[in-house]
Structure formats: C-alpha cells, structure tokens
C-alpha cells in the first residue's frame, strides 16, 4: 500500500526566514497531495493542495512542488510568522481506490519571535 | 461556523466500560472518516462511510465500531476500551469526489482510559 515519508520531524526558525517540508510517498497512482495544518487542541485544516498534472503551485506565503518522477512532493513557506508555528501534515491519495488519504508522520515547525 | 462537530471534546472512561464518540457535520458530504491520533504521530484510520457503505481498515480492531445512522451523523463505538485506546479520535468529511479529496476535519475528541 501507499507510505509517505516526512520529514524534518521537528523543524524551527526564526521569524522572518523560511521553512520547507518534504515528502516522499510510494505508490505511483497517487495523484492527489494535500498539506493539512494542525494547530494545538484543533482538527488538521486544508493549506494547500496540488494535483499530479502541476509542478508548483503558490497561495501567498506557502508554496507546494511536487517531483512525479522521484515521487518527492514539499512545502514552502516564506516570511515566517509566530501564528504559522503548528504541526503540519502531507498526504497521499488517488483517484481509484476509495477515498483513502494516507498521511505522512507530521512536521513541528516552531517560529520564534 | 463549526461544519464537523465532535462531541464531547474531552470522554473519560473506565478500562473495559463501552464508550461512544459522536460526529456531526452541515456539510452534506458523502463520506465520513474516523481516524485515531496518537501523540506526536499521523492521523490514522480506522474506518470511513461512503453514504451507507462501511470500509473499514484492514487493521482496525474488533474492539472499534461505527455507525451511521444518517448523512449527517456518525458515531465510533469502542465495546471494551484499552489503555492503549487513549487517543484523540478525529472525525472527518468529504464530498466523495475522486479526484481532490478534500477533508474537513473535526476538532477531535481526546479519549483518557482510566
């Protein structure tokens, strides 16, 4: 089945810089890798969504690419700020199949003011 | 406005004493999902509705059930919890579209086995 790899495991910088997550994931049919924040106490939120037909894709200060060929997917995020310090979720699905999302581990990015 | 709303938020129960865990959502979507978070780990799941249609995971354990009774309810059942079953429970939506599954996600329930 699908496996999806994330790392760093705990990421932190300084506010102001910029921040990159990866990901790699197994399965070839994936097409589909949305990023989820989670913020203390809440539910993960959709950020950002890329599909297997894009290379790149920017909303603000995140960007997300994805390599199809070394099935490696990151996020991208610019102008750090203190409110974006959360734990952060990459995931893997496909069209056929169900409607099963498999995630990676998750990211603990702290921003420090 | 919340879409997909857990109750209760935080459920203390007692090694073995069955205790039920209740979704919600005004999203009308076709699929639900229950996943099980541990700390510091990916959600994982455990099972999802597709309208009526029950999928459970291969490694989901006897001891985890669900019910759906409605499009909007759904509800996860645990017969006789475990220490090991104390977890955040996160319930979660979709429209059920092939291509961009897009889920929305519940605040969780945080389950403390005594």
């Known amino acids: 089945g699908e496996n999806v790899e994330q790392h760093p495991s705990t990421l932190s910088v300084q506010e102001g810089d910029s921040a990159v997550i990866k990901c790699t994931y197994s399965d070839s049919a994936s097409n589909y890798f949305p990023w989820y924040k989670q913020e203390l106490g809440k539910g993960p939120q959709l950020i950002i969504d890329i599909r297997s037909n894009v290379g790149e894709k920017k909303d603000q200060r995140i960007a997300v690419t994805l390599n199809k060929t070394a099935k490696h997917f990151s996020l991208h995020i610019t102008e750090t700020q203190p409110e974006d310090s959360a734990v952060y979720f990459c995931a893997a699905s496909m069209a056929t199949g169900g409607f099963k999302t498999i995630f990676g581990a998750g990211t603990r990015l702290f921003v420090k003011a | 406005d919340a879409m997909v709303i857990q109750n209760p938020r935080y459920q203390v129960t007692q090694f073995g004493k069955p205790v039920t865990l209740s979704c919600s959502q005004t999203?009308?979507?076709?699929?639900m999902y229950w996943y099980q978070q541990k700390s510091s780990q990916a959600p994982k799941l455990l099972f999802h509705?597709?309208?009526?249609?029950?999928?459970n995971e291969a490694d989901t354990p006897d001891n985890f059930q669900s019910r759906r009774p409605n499009t909007s309810f759904c509800f996860l059942d645990i017969r006789s919890p475990g220490l090991g079953d104390a977890a955040m429970y996160l319930c979660a939506t979709s429209r059920g579209e092939g291509g961009k599954n897009i889920q929305y996600f519940g605040a969780g329930t945080r389950l403390s086995v005594l």
């Open positions: 509705y597709y309208d009526k249609d029950f999928n």
């Open positions: 999203l009308n979507h076709n699929v």
